[in-house]
């Protein structure tokens, strides 16, 4: 099997389509189409079953997809050693992260690590907690941000930090004229109990975070049911809809403290106070490059791991 072939044949697989995958790959769809008949003719078998629409692997076509990957995968590993020899003056670096990891913690991350590795290319991959969770799995990230738990027979972890979920209020909610709570004040919020707030609608984040499951685990040991008003992938979509007046929603403080929206909901502390653990998450049997290991040590230094969010450290603070 040659490199060239095996990306052609990966490519053409992921697209479903000789001429999307032509695109992609920056080559005439014919020249495509031949390397692959020559790769048939030379396995004896077709790769593709070219009478389908979308295009769809034969039996042997996913057997050669499987044992791609890993030759890639083992190439891929292979070039991360070399860029470790030679002193992280090169190579790349592929982390996974939500959005919202993104845009409030890695931001001020990333800036101090380009300069000190100026030559390492960083490659972000942004993706729901369980997919990102996947993608240090195959091998498609380095690492990937995640929470746990997580599943100890497949992953080797590190701790960030913890972080408490706050229930987020509309300000006109009953409960935030009562306690005369300010929108946008998350200090010392007052505690109450989920089961006050069983008759407001929530906004929910989709099945794909692990906030989901949470929440539905919440609300079961406070023995209610309750009312969905929509469900949304982002975090700042649901603390801006708070804000507004449509509903109540769980986030973590770590987003509340760094946000910054023009309307903001009320904040308020559940008792029993549900906190959640951020990790970095990386598969056991691959090999962690020393670029990681950095990156890593320095989210490590910069994180509280006793506390939440980033820390306020004078040298931190000088570095961002």
């Not at 023009?262 to 990386?282: D, E, W």
């Amino acid at each position: 099997m040659e490199y060239h072939q095996l990306k052609y044949v990966l490519k053409v697989a992921e697209e479903k389509s000789f001429s999307l995958a032509a695109k992609k790959l920056y080559i005439s769809q014919p020249s495509l189409s031949q390397v692959i008949l020559k790769l048939e003719e030379k396995i004896g078998f077709p790769l593709f079953d070219r009478s389908s629409t979308p295009l769809k692997l034969t039996d042997i076509g996913e057997l050669y997809i499987e044992t791609a990957k890993k030759i890639l995968d083992l190439s891929d590993q292979f070039t991360k050693m070399v860029d470790d020899v030679a002193n992280l003056r090169r190579g790349h670096l592929t982390i996974g992260s939500s959005p919202f990891r993104n845009t409030y913690l890695l931001s001020q991350i990333i800036p101090i690590f380009k300069q000190r590795f100026p030559g390492l290319e960083l490659i972000l991959k942004e993706d729901t907690t369980h997919r990102l969770e996947e993608l240090a799995l195959n091998g498609q990230t380095d690492f990937s941000i995640s929470l746990l738990p997580i599943n100890t027979k497949l992953f080797d972890y590190e701790e960030l930090f913890q972080e408490e979920l706050l229930l987020a209020l509309p300000p006109n909610h009953p409960l935030c004229i009562k306690f005369q709570r300010q929108p946008g004040d998350y200090l010392n919020p007052p505690q109450i109990k989920l089961q006050d707030v069983r008759e407001t609608p929530f906004i929910l984040m989709d099945k794909g975070q692990k906030l989901h499951n949470v929440f539905f685990d919440l609300c079961n040991k406070a023995e209610f049911k309750p009312r969905i008003l929509l469900e949304t992938q982002s975090m700042n979509a649901a603390q801006a809809l708070v804000g507004a007046g449509m509903g109540a929603a769980l986030l973590p403080d770590t987003l509340i403290r760094a946000s910054n929206i023009s309307k903001n909901p009320c904040y308020f502390s559940l008792c029993p106070m549900p906190l959640r653990t951020v990790i970095v998450a990386y598969c056991k049997s691959r090999y962690l490059s020393k670029a990681a290991v950095e990156f890593i040590n320095l989210m490590k230094q910069s994180f509280s791991v006793k506390g939440t969010g980033l820390s306020t450290s004078p040298s931190f603070m000088e570095n961002t």
